[in-house]
């Protein structure tokens, strides 16, 4: 396998995309392209683990991956510290729809046109996907995989779970540790609390080798996420994720759309889950759940992730090739 790092500005406002691409040995021009988005608050690089583990597997079966894309989104992990001044200068928080851009922006570079592109987004970063569908009247895949999407939908009640966990995100966030003398004392922080000690241990050291940051203020250097709690914290409100909801049923008539949910309802709950599917108009194309994980998937369940995205893109790829572009 091998793997490039890419650092490139994108409009509207020149802010840069930062990227991992990973072209296995096996890679065909007619083999899957696959973008990886991550959860809001999170990075590309804690995607490694599962596209690690993709890859061992597809390399094993008929159908090929032409290469993989990991993205960050503008103001986390690589990008936040390359997009520093830009932001301070811009003066405004990064949101969904910032993000939405941000991939329309991607789908069109020389990089990935003409491929045969299959998005997997975790979390948050499934707003941003059916954002940007609906500025482009039609994405330029051959499928979507949302895992554990927080999709929510005009008239939420203030009571609902979603709103009422959103809420205490955002006050979490904001209280939050954020300053540490070094990068072991980071670790053993994180190690000892929630949600962190559910994490795979490979996804926790490629968090704390990518997610934060050592900075000098004065005579003083400290560890500090790259991803400020000012710029975190309003994307978890849930105004930052309500779409209408014929936006995800309209995709769905277009392409295939898989959702993964986690076994135990930490975010999304039993009721938003069928809101989510009755939103999809039913047609979603499979629905499946891992068990054992909670809504941070990738980050505790690498290895169970790769195997389900694997049967995915298996029944992907044997679509007929004129159908799928």
């Known amino acids: 396998m091998e793997k490039e790092s890419h650092v490139f500005p994108l409009p509207p406002h020149g802010f840069f995309c930062c990227a991992h691409r990973y072209v296995p040995s096996t890679a065909t021009t007619n083999g899957l392209t696959l973008v990886f988005t991550h959860g809001l608050g999170g990075h590309k690089e804690l995607w490694v683990p599962t596209i690690e583990k993709l890859l061992q597997l ?4 008929k159908y090929a991956i032409r290469e993989v894309w990991a993205l960050d989104f503008t103001n986390h992990g690589e990008a936040a510290i390359h997009n520093r001044t830009a932001l301070a200068k811009w003066g405004a928080v990064c949101t969904t729809m910032d993000f939405a851009d941000m991939l329309r922006y991607f789908l069109a570079t020389p990089f990935v046109t003409g491929h045969r592109l299959v998005a997997i987004a975790h979390s948050g970063s499934s707003t941003s996907w059916v954002l940007a569908n609906r500025a482009l009247g039609k994405l330029p895949l051959v499928g979507l995989i949302l895992v554990e999407p927080t999709l929510m939908f005009p008239g939420m009640p203030p009571d609902d779970h979603r709103v009422i966990h959103g809420n205490a995100n955002v006050k979490g966030v904001l209280s939050r540790r954020d300053r540490w003398k070094d990068r072991e004392a980071t670790l053993k922080y994180l190690s000892s609390r929630h949600p962190w000690k559910k994490w795979d241990p490979r996804v926790l050291q490629q968090h704390l080798d990518h997610g934060f940051m050592t900075v000098s203020d004065g005579n003083e250097s400290y560890v500090t996420p790259t991803l400020t709690k000012e710029e975190e914290a309003p994307l978890y409100l849930c105004e930052s994720h309500i779409i209408p909801p014929s936006e995800l049923g309209r995709i769905c008539l277009q392409i295939p759309v898989h959702i993964v949910w986690a076994e135990y309802p930490e975010f999304i709950s039993p009721l938003a889950k069928e809101e989510i599917i009755d939103a999809a108009g039913r ?26 995205i694997h049967d995915i893109l298996a029944s992907l790829a ?5 159908a799928a572009l």
């Open 283 to 308: 047609r979603a194309a499979s629905v499946r759940t891992i068990s054992g994980a909670g809504h941070l998937v990738p980050q505790e369940k690498p290895d169970k992730l790769a195997s389900f």
């Open 58 to 61: 597809s390399s094993e079966e």
């Open 318 to 322: 044997s679509l007929p090739l004129k």
